[in-house]
């Protein structure tokens, strides 16, 4: 009998999991005596809650870590860690599956898919130990666990507990936007929360949602060898990306085997006979299909319900969030926010940055802003896509004078060599300069390649420095020095020809 | 074996331009004027080739192909159906707000294919209509009612609606859903729509619809080439078949320092380049073969000679440098980038046709062909003859050979208004430039 796919699954009671309980919420946990007054409080033990007590620590100052569920929050738990390990096995299978691409011969592949997920939590449990209870309280972190709600604009309750702060960080993130669809609720789904305790892959999979969770899920189960719809209701995937970008994605997908329902919704969902039935409409296209598992929930919502918020003066939005300016602090003098539950960009590294920014503003009378970040980020998709800074639309409707160095991944010696020459290189400038204003790269490596120009936005090193630095032979992040290439290239065409014009009006005087 | 490729360019030019017309004159219903998708049996009407066809009559009456009466007749033919349609936007009219479903019932001119009521394909329709009210100009009562039935027909078109409150013109309407919740986003064939919904003195969109579509634009530089990116040859052609776009700018091409005719000459030298890496490594590809652009290709039914992982898109939007590419390439798109570069255009042509004969058949263009999968050790050819294609062919051509095209548009009052409205400045556009200037 197949699992029931839905929301009861949980993680099997084996020693990983054990292990994982004992580091991020141990079960015998007793709340430490609260201090008279704590000059930080932390509501959210996710990458931003932990980031800012590590750093407030090693500011000398008295710090409280409040957790509702596990240490770690979404990325260690359910995002990033699981997730990434999922896609390496994946990518495993795909590239076994491709072999003869590759002049190699594998024959009889069939997945392991119960090592495959024994695997996934074997990593999360071995990399909770950096995040464990334990570590943080002997960092000196008092550590709670509990719900929280704001009694004053000074004052917290942790459960029972009363806790009081100079100043306090809501950093409480965000959990998964289960969408509106008659019956999907009683047929029974999975969302990033659960789809990572799964012991047995589902045959049929529909993903409900193309952005970058669902986008990668989709491609992972269904290179484990489920049968795989996605239905997203926008013509393309990963709406915010370049077109070009989304569009090289839709095409993996094909080339996967993926079945892709663009421009579609899913308007209702009925469990028959152990399987689920699932209506899509697609402008005037009526169909059904059947599956055994629904993965959604691939939205997400800000953690701000239950906590008292209007009590303590902060101001929110239930879609939004938490309601920030560009120092990150609420509309509550003594509060700021960080992390998933105030940002739009909703990534691991940036929800730590923020924090850091906030015990800087806090106690540093720091004036750090959060539009001052440049932030990466990717999706692990195969290829994987990475932008960085503006993207193209945006500099035109900020009448930004924008223009784009394009080098395909085929140009690139590497790429080919590789076969990957699926992709490319955009890096955008500010025309007629050299100043970096953003990147897209599509590439199988693309969240590698990023990093170069993440650093090079950071340090305002233009395209013309760009083109000086020698990249190892053959790598594919030569595609970044080719860009810079094309950039000078365009250079030394002006500048001759100036020269040339000169030269030939005083010889002709 | 064709002798084609030995010809002078002007003659072979003057063969594939006469072949590729005679395709409307064998696909049009001469009761309704309506003209076929393709040459496929039960093929439906594409309002587009109608606009196709109507633009290709005074092409032919130049040339000596075609008698003006039998022309006149045929346009008025067209033009009458299009009035009188039914224009309630049921689900078997023929149109609503003074545009059109895009495919028709050949006797019936009714929606066929549950069909969008499409933007691009009306305008492309109506650019043919205002192309033969130009050219039709004589005092009798056949032409005085032909440049009636045009004007009623563009001053009918309701632009405005087809924004649907948003910054763009939306690109299809249905009457079982409404609008297609997509817009246009970056450059597209779609200038000659803008223009036309600019100009219109009943109906005109809003003056910064164009702006909001032009800022989504993406500028590039690859291969060595600066250029405003569309991945499809077809997108640098169609508006171009109407509008003369040479030394005329928007603000966009201002900034950019080029314009939209320099533009479709370096897609010709990126398809070449492309072509020549030949990222994919398929059969035939260098820089004298290429032409990847929307057209029929084949599919999996047609063929199981290919290896497992070399995808087959039939008909399909092929571009470059992202593709998609299964290595089907279309002479048509080619030869419709005529005018930009005519020397590369003649050199690739004459190669390809030296070495893929097949893909013509009495001096006519198959819509594509692709070597890289083999049936019956031949290449792998499109069935038949697209419309689109052929119209494309005969007017790209003729812009090249005489500008009769270019030349009735640029007397067009709408046009003008339109492209003004929309920013274009310079060239044949300023009010003293002399007759035939850049």
């Not at chain 1, 969030?321 to 590294?349: H, K, M, W």
Request: negative net charge; charged residues 20%.
């Amino acid at each position: 009998m197949s699992p029931p796919f839905d929301a009861t699954i949980t993680a099997p009671q084996d020693a990983w999991e054990d292990k994982r309980v004992a580091d991020l919420h141990p079960a015998a946990w007793a709340n430490p005596k609260p201090a008279d007054r704590y000059q930080l409080v932390i509501i959210g033990a996710g990458s931003a809650g932990v980031a800012a007590a590590e750093l407030a620590i090693a500011m000398g100052l008295k710090v409280a870590l409040i957790e509702r569920h596990f240490i770690g929050g979404t990325c260690l738990n359910t995002g990033c860690v699981p997730s990434k390990a999922l896609i390496r096995t994946a990518r495993l299978y795909a590239d076994m599956r491709n072999a003869a691409r590759y002049g190699a011969k594998a024959d009889n592949i069939e997945v392991d898919f119960t090592a495959v997920m024994d695997r996934v939590r074997r990593i999360r449990s071995h990399l909770s130990g950096g995040s464990s209870v334990r570590r943080m309280a002997k960092l000196g972190v008092d550590m709670f666990f509990g719900n929280v709600r704001f009694a004053g604009d000074d004052t917290l309750m942790v459960n029972e507990l009363t806790l009081r702060f100079g100043k306090a960080l809501i950093a409480t993130g965000t959990r998964p936007h289960i969408p509106d669809v008659p019956g999907l609720r009683e047929a029974g789904f999975l969302t990033n929360a659960t789809v990572f305790n799964l012991t047995e892959l589902p045959k049929r999979l529909l993903v409900i949602g193309g952005g970058p969770v669902g986008c990668e899920l989709a491609q992972a189960f269904r290179q484990l060898g489920s049968k795989v719809t996605i239905v997203q209701d926008k013509p393309l995937f990963l709406e915010r990306e370049e077109r070009d970008a989304a569009q090289i994605l839709s095409d993996a997908f094909g080339r996967d085997g993926i079945e892709v329902r663009l421009n579609t919704t899913a308007t209702a969902v009925r469990a028959e006979n152990g399987a689920k039935q699932v209506d899509l409409l697609s402008a005037d296209y009526k169909s059904t299909i059947e599956v055994d598992a629904i993965l959604t929930g691939v939205g997400r919502v800000p953690n701000v319900q239950g906590l008292d918020l209007e009590k303590a003066g902060i101001k929110y939005d239930a879609k939004k969030g938490i309601a920030v300016d560009d120092f990150l602090l609420t509309s509550n003098p003594r509060v700021y926010a960080a992390g998933d539950v105030c940002l739009e960009d909703q990534y691991t590294d940036t929800a730590a940055a923020s924090a850091r920014i906030v015990v800087n503003n806090a106690f540093m009378r720091g004036r750090m802003r959060l539009s001052e970040l440049v932030i990466p980020w990717c999706t692990y998709t195969d290829p994987e896509i990475a932008h960085v800074g503006l993207y193209v639309r945006e500099a035109n409707l900020k009448g930004i004078p924008i223009k784009t160095f394009t080098v395909p991944m085929h140009q690139i010696d590497r790429a080919v060599t590789d076969s990957e020459e699926g992709g490319f290189v955009k890096i955008h400038v500010r025309e007629g300069t050299d100043t970096i204003l953003g990147a897209t790269i599509v590439a199988r490596h693309a969240g590698e390649m990023i990093n170069e120009i993440t650093l090079a936005m950071v340090a305002k090193i233009g395209l013309r420095t760009l083109a000086r630095v020698i990249h190892a032979y053959p790598t594919q992040a030569e595609a970044i020095r080719e860009a810079a290439k094309a950039y000078s290239r365009t250079r030394i065409t002006t500048r001759l020809r100036a020269r040339l014009q000169k030269w030939l009006a005083r010889t002709t005087e | 074996m064709t002798q084609l490729p030995t010809l002078t360019d002007e003659a072979m030019l003057d063969q594939l331009q006469q072949a590729a017309f005679g395709y409307f004159l064998e696909t049009v219903n001469p009761d309704n004027g309506l003209v076929a998708d393709t040459s496929r049996e039960n093929s439906p009407v594409s309002i587009a080739v109608v606009g196709f066809a109507l633009s290709c009559y005074p092409v032919a009456v130049e040339r000596g192909w075609m008698k003006r009466a039998d022309a006149v007749r045929l346009s008025v033919a067209a033009l009458r159906f299009f009035r009188d349609s039914d224009q309630s936007g049921a689900s078997d009219a023929t149109g609503y707000k003074g545009f059109y479903y895009h495919f028709l019932d050949m006797k019936k001119g009714t929606r066929v294919w549950q069909s969008e009521l499409s933007m691009i394909d009306t305008a492309l329709l109506i650019a043919g209509a205002l192309t033969a009210g130009q050219y039709f100009t004589a005092d009798t009562p056949e032409e005085t009612e032909l440049r009636e039935l045009v004007d009623f027909l563009y001053r009918r078109v309701d632009w405005l609606w087809s924004q649907d409150g948003g910054g763009t013109i939306r690109q299809g309407w249905k009457p079982e859903s409404g609008f297609l919740h997509y817009g246009w986003e970056g450059y597209s064939e779609a200038i000659v729509l803008y223009a036309m919904a600019m100009g219109s003195p009943t109906h005109p969109i809003k003056a910064d619809c164009y702006t909001a579509w032009t800022a989504t634009y993406q500028w590039e530089n690859l291969y060595g080439h600066d250029y405003l990116y569309a991945g499809p040859l077809f997108v640098h052609q169609f508006s171009h078949a109407w509008v003369d776009l040479r030394g005329i700018r928007d603000p966009f091409m201002r900034e950019k320092n080029s314009d939209y005719f320099e533009n479709s000459r370096a897609a010709v030298y990126i398809q070449r380049r492309y072509t020549q890496l030949n990222p994919h490594e398929f059969v035939g590809y260098d820089e004298n073969c290429w032409g990847l652009s929307a057209c029929d290709g084949p599919t999996d039914e047609q063929s199981d000679a290919v290896s497992p992982d070399h995808r087959l898109f039939g008909y399909a939007g092929r571009g470059v440098p992202y593709g998609p590419d299964d290595g089907t390439l279309s002479a048509p798109a080619v030869l419709a980038s005529l005018p930009f570069a005519p020397e590369l255009v003649m050199e690739a042509m004459r190669n390809m046709l030296m070495r893929f004969p097949q893909m013509m058949v009495d001096n006519r263009l198959a819509s594509s062909f692709n070597p890289s999968v083999p049936v019956d050790d031949q290449p792998w050819i499109s069935n038949g003859y697209y419309g689109l294609d052929q119209g494309v062919v005969v007017m790209m051509i003729e812009n090249h050979r005489s500008g009769l095209i270019w030349q009735l548009m640029r007397s067009s009052t709408y046009i003008c208004d339109g492209l003004r409205q929309a920013g274009f400045e310079g060239g044949w556009l300023q009010p003293s430039a002399p007759e035939g200037a850049r």
